[in-house]
């Protein structure tokens, strides 16, 4: 599933001309981007929805994606929300 979105966010930011919307590194079930602050909420909305819009009738619980943010290192990262394909 995230491998999936991973290609879904790779497409979009082609096709939007949005080169911050292709995760850069994926850790274990964490996908990161290098997304320019003045995009952030519209970028983290955009994210959290393609992430979220699993394209697999046999998913069948909900899907459900933390977003957090730092301008500095891992060890601040700032929690931004919680989004869930239920909502």
């Not at 955009?46 to 699993?54: G, Y």
């Not at 943010?69 to 601040?76: F, P």
Request: glycine residues 4%; hydrophobic residues 45%.
């Amino acid at each position: 599933i995230v491998g999936d979105a991973m290609g879904r966010l790779a497409r979009a930011s082609a096709t939007l001309d949005t080169p911050y919307l292709a995760p850069f590194l994926n850790v274990h079930d964490a996908l990161l981007f290098d997304v320019p602050k003045k995009e952030a909420d519209n970028a983290v909305k955009h994210i959290a929805k393609m992430m979220t819009d699993v394209p697999y009738e046999w998913v069948n619980v909900p899907i459900t994606v933390d977003a957090e943010m730092t301008s500095k290192s891992w060890l601040e990262m700032e929690k931004i929300g919680t989004f869930s394909s239920d909502d």
